[in-house]
């Protein structure tokens, strides 16, 4: 078997074949938006079994927001392996690879969304926090505001929605991903796609939102994605799907970060049990389905700033990705011995001080720590970290950061 670089001349039918095979393109839109997104300037890296491909990795520029800081993120963004070649061990191979070439060009941490736990904690990822999305009657929602006649929105406008995106109001966690490419081909795999908004006077899309829907008549809509800069362009996209509620009966939305649906519901535990087990049920669900992992420690750990007294301590990491990765591969993880201080102007030196407590945790395990998932204590009850109750107990109180929210699905 052969790792290498995706070359679009020679792979391209061969990546078809594969996302037709795991279900993941179906019609002609699929396919354009396929080749678009194969063409976003990311790196696209294929693994060949015989002469051509039977696996496909690939990753795409993207930052998160840390607090008040931005980190560069390397975004897999597509993991898909044939029928063929299953179990061999390809993607495992190829995902490490990849991620570990973003690692070299200054990639601070790795972000991916999962099929199921497991696979990748394996090669150090780990859950992040619990997304949220609430299917309501819109009719039902409790916002008093009268909206202006929106801009319709279609697959032509991808640059303009793409700029919005990137432009929305950020909470701590969000990812956003750089290529408009990303964008455009997320709208051509819309069903039935159709997306509302606002321009301002120089033509730039305010606040917008993107849906999907198998029933263009009654429903149930998707919301995909919603972009606004403050309270006001929120509220009035709220108000404009409020005004469908003439037909449509239900509507999927990914809860914005630091927002409580519920609030904004008229009777939500009424509407809840009048709907149960119907096609448009009302309901609140979640899960942790994207994962992540630091790829450069030093610069995590230096754009942590905790308006706290300093918490000095070691660390003893272990990155399970070394295994996956050839042994000719300038990076290798980020497992080793450090010495680590949050606070205000955190810092890591390698080595460990005799002085000082010491935590013992896999990449995994510490990236949710450090990013907020949960507390150091509570991931010592359910995941690879341990450390001394004082020290623990001292971080518990010094690393509270809001829970993040990816709000940004890949």
């Avoid at 200054?106 to 904690?121: C, D, P, R, T």
């Avoid at 796609?193 to 321009?199: A, D, H, Q």
Wanted: net charge negative; with cysteine; hydrophobic share 35%.
């Amino acid at each position: 078997m052969t790792f290498r670089p995706f070359q679009a001349d020679r792979d391209r039918d061969a990546v078809r074949r594969i996302w037709r095979e795991v279900g993941w393109i179906e019609t002609e839109d699929h396919e354009r938006g396929l080749d678009v997104f194969l063409d976003s300037g990311g790196r696209r890296m294929v693994a060949d079994l015989g002469d051509e491909p039977e696996c496909m990795v690939a990753t795409d520029p993207a930052s998160l927001t840390y607090l008040d800081e931005e980190i560069p993120v390397s975004c897999i963004t597509c993991v898909t392996t044939s029928r063929v070649a299953r179990k061999r061990g390809l993607a495992s191979r190829l995902t490490a690879r990849t991620v570990a070439e973003d690692a070299l060009d200054g990639a601070g941490v790795a972000m991916l969304g999962i099929f199921e736990q497991g696979f990748y904690n394996q090669l150090g990822f780990g859950n992040g926090s619990y997304e949220r999305w609430c299917t309501f009657d819109p009719a039902e929602l409790t916002v008093d505001v009268d909206p202006r006649t929106p801009r319709r929105l279609t697959a032509e406008d991808w640059e303009l929605v793409h700029s919005s995106r990137l432009g929305r109001s950020r909470a701590h966690g969000a990812c956003s991903l750089q290529p408009s490419a990303l964008t455009r081909s997320e709208m051509l795999w819309s069903e039935n796609g159709f997306g509302l908004g606002y321009v301002d006077g120089a033509g730039n899309l305010t606040h917008h939102f993107w849906c999907g829907t198998k029933s263009p008549e009654h429903g149930p809509y998707r919301v995909l994605w919603m972009a606004f800069r403050d309270r006001a362009q929120f509220r009035e996209l709220l108000a404009l799907l409020k005004s469908l509620g003439d037909q449509v009966h239900s509507i999927r939305l990914h809860e914005p970060g630091a927002v409580q649906l519920q609030d904004l519901l008229r009777q939500p535990f009424r509407m809840r049990r009048l709907t149960e087990k119907s096609r448009h049920e009302q309901r609140m669900s979640a899960s942790s389905y994207w994962q992540i992992r630091l790829l450069d420690l030093r610069t995590c750990i230096e754009k942590t700033h905790l308006e706290v007294e300093p918490v000095a301590f070691n660390l003893h990491l272990t990155d399970p990705i070394e295994r996956h990765l050839p042994d000719e591969a300038p990076w290798r993880g980020v497992g080793g011995s450090y010495s680590i201080v949050f606070g205000p102007e955190s810092s890591v030196e390698d080595g460990s001080d005799p002085s000082l407590p010491t935590m013992e945790a896999s990449v995994g395990a510490f990236t949710r720590m450090w990013l907020g998932v949960r507390s150091p204590t509570a991931l010592s009850w359910t995941d690879d970290l341990a450390g001394p109750p004082d020290l623990l107990d001292r971080l518990d109180r010094s690393v509270r950061l809001p829970a993040p929210t990816c709000d940004w699905d890949f």
